[in-house]
């Protein structure tokens, strides 16, 4: 069934009143975006034809304690670095309207701005499947967190086969969903991830919104929060540990427990969320412009992420 009040009448109808003009977003939150962001997990880098990361990946085979002051040494090539290699995504967003739209949409008549409100939605689009596809396996070609840290924690995410490379494989476990062991599961997910106490250990949780609360409900209060201005802002950011735990309405049940030196949005320095120019359609009383992106999620350290999932 199609909507009662189209398009057109929505942004010009008069006498309605719409607060600053904008039309209000009905699909859209990009928490975790804003979190990655603001960690500085989103990369801005000159794109290639590939996006490559050097690994120093194993232990000198060679290293030896000597039994003695002339215990032989080993004389083979040492071989302890390799890349992994990322081809990079596209994502587009066209932004098509018409001749006869602008004219039923002069300023004196507008509830919005026609154009600019496409522009808005086209933005929030763009971020809204981007988040969307961060949780998937791959959408046409950007690889998701389903891919990077999958549940079976192999794959071969940058061309490295994890299944016979163990050193790429990331943990991967199981929770209740009653909650008497989420607790336990992502401490040791954190501690597997971790490897010690040192400082690569995880700084962002995320999930779905049922994973959240379902962990949030076996807490006790000051264990909730990261520190105490936290808490007197309101109590606003849940945590685990020092991490930082957000969810999005994308998260389902899985617990991606990640860290911005292993896990990277990288994003075109020339082509982010760029707007392209508007174009009149040939043959047609119309234009279109395009919101366009090259961006890829890679991990450089698939060992130092790790996913719990619900049993």
Not at 85 to 104: E, F, H, M, R, T
Not at 145 to 151: C, G, H, V
Not at 159 to 175: L, P
């Amino acid at each position: 069934m199609s909507l009662s009040i189209s398009q057109i009448l929505s942004v010009s109808y008069p006498a309605v009143l719409n607060e600053a003009k904008k039309p209000m977003n009905q699909f859209a939150e990009s928490a975790f975006l804003r979190a990655l962001e603001s960690m500085g997990a989103i990369k801005r880098v000159s794109m290639g034809p590939t996006i490559e990361h050097t690994l120093d990946y194993q232990r000198n085979p060679g290293t030896d304690f000597l039994a003695s002051d002339l215990t032989t040494t080993s004389l083979s090539k040492v071989e302890v670095l390799t890349a992994a290699s990322y081809d990079p995504g596209q994502l587009s967003v066209p932004i098509v309207w018409s001749k006869g739209d602008d004219a039923k949409n002069p300023s004196e008549n507008q509830k919005v701005a026609l154009v600019k409100s496409l522009l808005d939605n086209a933005f929030t689009s763009h971020d809204d499947a981007l988040e969307q596809a961060l949780f998937a396996s791959s959408t046409d070609g950007f690889l998701g967190m389903a891919n990077l840290i999958p549940e079976s924690g192999q794959g071969s995410p940058g061309g490295i086969n994890a299944a016979t490379e163990t050193w790429w494989r990331n943990y991967s476990g199981s929770y209740l969903d009653n909650g008497t062991d989420i607790e336990a599961q992502m401490t040791t997910a954190w501690n597997t991830a971790a490897k010690g106490t040192g400082g690569a250990s995880p700084t962002l949780l995320v999930s779905g919104s049922e994973a959240q609360s379902l962990y949030e409900a076996t807490l006790q209060t000051f264990q909730r929060f990261i520190d105490t201005s936290e808490a007197d802002g309101g109590f606003k950011k849940l945590a685990f540990k020092t991490a930082q735990y957000v969810f999005s309405q994308y998260g389902g049940d899985h617990i991606y427990f990640l860290n911005p030196k292993f896990f990277r949005l990288n994003v075109s320095s020339d082509a982010y969320r760029q707007k392209g120019e508007t174009i009149e359609i040939p043959n047609a009383n119309g234009f279109v412009c395009k919101i366009y992106s090259m961006l890829q999620a890679t991990t450089n350290n698939k060992s130092r992420l790790a996913v719990i999932a619900s049993a």
